[in-house]
């Protein structure tokens, strides 16, 4: 923009030939102060800090950067139009301390943004641009919009051990409680609306990653559920928890482009198949033990005569709360009589107990049974005095796998029961202590009832305590045997049929989630 003014100093003309030398710098002054507030405010309106005008405020309302990466040196902006009209993008200004550094041209001449749409808008980064914290807005014909914070040398809202790509994290704060060094745990991470902004994130949470405390190291996770306008779950594999001490690690998110790297496999020690029910009795109130297979088979802990008192909550379960049963006729847990507890190809069942009492009678302390006394169905039980059988019933025959040791009392054991279609096993701590050819016909009229006999309210009652119930419509190989008795089995209505096998400590760590960073 140039200002062209003739000044005459006089010299020549006469009295009203010319401008006194004071007159005409004060003239010079005041044209140039008018040149540069009009130079000014122009520049503002489209590269400044501060940007004036109705219109420039609407693409300002209008758009969003959402994030950023980097291919080289190409810059990639993802810039999303939150507004009501078409805008076309055509710069990028770069700016560190209120300062424009940098105008950069739009690859191609400019971006046109529809409303809702999220388009990408490159340009080139300067090789001059050093190392450091910038602030970057995008500018179109109205003005300038969408400030977005980038670290040259990283992309996205980062610095030193920033995890590229990313734009915001938190620091998690897991705090160690049982005094053991913890190695490749598995954390449950909760995030809600409270400690979490879900806006920063894509909406299906694909880009959620978690990091090692170094910032950059990337750990095992898995997306158990996720609610944007709600309570979200993930678990994250971390490395090392040092005893009795705090581990830091990372949630990034606010990636536009990045694609979900949840892994159930990766996260967990194994996942086992065929889960029809799980009763993990960690409610502690009430009533009702809570099926977390995925099929919500209730169970409730009742009694069939008023007169007796139905099984107690006990807080000195194997993990956690469990159910005690103090050996008095008619209580019960009943789950019912789902058609889904009707296998016919394959069975397991396995429980945590822990006797307080045996008795020496034929059918003694039933654990889990769905037989009908008519010779059909099935049965978990203690047996002339606590041996460990397991046994399925076709109409005709009942075929026992039957333990030659039997347990004691105040000890807790792992009993499994398993049905191949032809052999039945039964394994006490893991070891397979008998087996028997058995063939299974159900009984689908009785209910699956833990604690005593399923036909009879008068018989096979046990007294202990049972923990951690599942059933399986297939026959468990060793292995998955070995990992329910040297972990834990965790299972979830968010996984349908599945156990998904991890550490466990007591007390488990607690995790604190951090303010965000960007």
Not at 137 to 166: D, F, H, Q
Not at 237 to 257: D, R, T
Not at 299 to 318: I, K, M, Q, V
Not at 372 to 392: E, H
């Amino acid at each position: 923009m140039c200002f062209f003014l003739k000044l005459d100093w006089g010299g020549g003309g006469g009295r009203g030939g010319g401008v006194s030398p004071v007159i005409a710098m004060l003239l010079l002054i005041v044209v140039a102060v008018a040149g540069s507030l009009i130079v000014y405010f122009w520049f503002t309106g489209y590269a400044g800090e501060t940007v004036t005008g109705a219109e420039s405020e609407e693409l300002r309302q209008a758009l969003k950067i959402e994030g950023s990466r980097r291919e080289g040196d190409t810059l990639v902006l993802y810039v999303r139009n939150i507004g009501l009209d078409d805008v076309t993008v055509d710069k990028v200004y770069v700016e560190r301390g209120g300062i424009t550094v940098a105008a950069l041209d739009v690859e191609g001449g400019s971006v046109q943004i529809e409303p809702g749409e999220v388009a990408e808008v490159r340009v080139e980064i300067p090789a001059t641009l050093q190392d450091g914290t910038y602030t970057l807005k995008i500018g179109g014909t109205s003005g300038v919009a969408a400030s977005y914070r980038y670290v040259s040398g990283v992309a996205g809202g980062g610095g030193v051990n920033w995890l590229t790509g990313w734009n915001y994290r938190r620091t998690i704060t897991i705090t160690e409680n049982s005094g053991n060094t913890l190695t490749n745990y598995q954390i449950k991470i909760v995030l809600t609306t409270t400690n979490f902004d879900y806006s920063h994130a894509n909406s299906d949470g694909s880009d959620i990653r978690f990091t090692d405390s170094d910032g950059t190291t990337q750990l095992s996770y898995w997306i158990e559920s996720w609610n944007p306008s709600g309570t979200s779950i993930i678990w994250v594999k971390v490395p090392e928890i040092p005893a009795n001490s705090e581990k830091k690690i990372y949630i990034y998110y606010g990636n536009p482009s990045a694609q979900s790297e949840s892994n159930v496999i990766n996260t967990f020690i194994r996942v086992i198949n065929g889960l029809i029910g799980s009763w993990h009795f960690d409610e502690g109130t009430g009533n009702t033990a809570h099926d977390t297979s995925g099929y919500n088979n209730h169970a409730l802990l009742t009694t069939d005569n008023p007169n007796y008192p139905p099984p107690t909550w006990t807080e000195n379960g194997r993990y956690s709360n469990a159910v005690y049963f103090d050996g008095t006729e008619w209580a019960k847990v009943d789950a019912g009589n789902a058609n889904i507890f009707n296998p016919t190809s394959g069975l397991s069942i396995e429980a945590w107990i822990n006797a307080s009492s045996l008795y020496s009678t034929s059918w003694g302390p039933m654990i889990v049974t769905k037989y009908g006394g008519n010779w059909k169905g099935y049965a978990l039980f203690l047996d002339n005095g606590g041996y460990p059988s397991f046994m399925v019933a076709d109409g005709s025959v009942w075929y026992p796998a039957q333990s030659s040791k039997a347990i004691s009392t105040g000890v807790w054991y792992h009993i499994v029961g398993t049905w191949d279609g032809s052999i039945v096993r039964i394994y006490v701590n893991t070891v397979l202590k008998a087996s028997t050819f058995g063939t299974l016909t159900n009984d689908p009229n009785q209910d699956l009832t833990i604690g005593r006999a399923s036909w009879d309210p008068v018989g096979g009652m046990f007294k202990g305590t049972i923990d951690e119930v599942r059933i399986y419509n297939r026959s468990l190989t060793q292995e998955e045997i070995n990992d329910l008795y040297n972990y834990y089995g965790y299972t979830t209505p968010n996984y349908l049929g599945k156990v998904l096998i991890r550490k466990y400590t007591y007390p488990e760590p607690t995790v604190i989630i951090g303010e965000e960073e960007y």
